[in-house]
């Protein structure tokens, strides 16, 4: 294939000149344009000017004037509305390049959505209500959302290591596509060689709106612990007195209440931490073992066999409170956080969790820099299997970023600060220095074909008209409120 011998020509050529540094990079690009089942060059040629371009990414097409991109302005949309993807193939290889967890401690990963507005495509197709966040308050638009699990880390920037994004369909619901995300990637680092038996469970973070009883029951049995933050509304209960000699009945299920909203009903923690921060000052964790909540026949549990009990789900809610924000700003209210799995809640577990919940928010930066700069809400496209290619091929190029960042020459602008000793380019500056590291790379992707111009439209044909197509519209259930 002349794809896998061009990739070993430029892997040779970088060994002989004394550069064999670049070689993960390097096996990286080969590996996914073999991912690349058909309009393979054309993707993968997108990808590198998705790279390369010096600026925000406005449009797909806007891509073609970029040199990278040797074909014609219509590849692009015929490789994203023809081209396939293996997309399990492409989280494998996303997920082989993720960093190493440290010496015993566990893997981390978040996993958050993102909406892709799209009010007025209205021939697009499997259009979804998606939450949008703005100054004038949250609306509810149609669009596209999806789910987007990345790799979290240890560090002084906010890099982290893209993993999948899976978009939600039409009738999915958000609690399902979640548990599928996080038992195919259990799948996956066990297949990799990633995980084994001995390691510690990975730890799985997620934000508010999650349902962490639902999820937490969902993995039980598995090799895996989950973080989910908590609304300030929520209400647990601990597990009832013993039963007194002689007393009849069922018993009762639930005991004290402990709401996280109302100091009065709370009782002393099972852990308490006082640790120092330099950006949070004094920061405060508690923790309260064995809680759960009351569940109702609402929701998933809505099929719950009649004659059986609802199950009693337990995990430990952790309180943090800190002095000051990063900013310096005083915090208005305090953190509240879930954490259920098959491991021993101790002092050394709750100092490693809430430090690496704080590591979450480094996902929130990816949004904005994909959204921002690599195009991720512009591709504008009707077909929802197009938008998913763009999106697969996003997740490609920042792994690539992330990648060559130890490799990039540092080409800031006059007017950017200084990079401070031993801190490695941020995902802007990696992209500004991309183009020039390319070249020592070489690409996997074949020469274009020579081609004549087409015999145009046909004289007096028309257009087909198309159908528009409503956003699906889930119908709202009621009787939730009072759970998580």
Known sequence: ??????AREVTEHIGASGRSHLRPLIDFRAGLHRLLWRRADALFELTDALLCAQGPVRSPVELSMEPEFRRGHGSVYAALDQGRIDAGGLRRLLLGVSAAARPGEPLMFALDITPD??????YADERVMVQVRGKGGDKFLPGWPYSLLVGVQWGDSSWVDPIEARRLRPSQEHTDVTIEQITGLLADLESTGRLTGGDPPPLIMLDAGNYATDISHALTGRHVQVLVRLRATRVFYADPEPR????????KRHGQEFSCSDAAKRYAPDIDLAAGSARYGTVRVRAWKGLHQKLTRTGRWAGHPADERLPIVRGTVLQIVVDRLPDGRKPTKDLWLWHAGPVEVDLDLVDLLWKAYLRRFDQEHFHRFAKVYLGMARAHLSSAQATDRWMHLIMAAYAQLRLASP????????????PEPGRPLSPYRVRLGFRRLRAKLGTPAGSPKLTRPGPGRPKGSRNRPKDKRPPYRKTVTTGNEHRE
Not at 1 to 6: F, G, K, L, R, V
Not at 244 to 251: F, L, S, V
Not at 407 to 418: K, S
Request: no cysteine; glycine share 10%; proline share 16%.
């Open 1 to 6: 294939m002349p794809t896998i011998a061009a």
């Open 117 to 122: 507005a799209r009010p007025d495509a209205e």
């Open 244 to 251: 007194r000699p002689g007393e009849m009945g069922a018993g």
């Open 407 to 418: 490799h990039v020459d540092d080409l800031r602008r006059p007017w950017h600060p200084r």
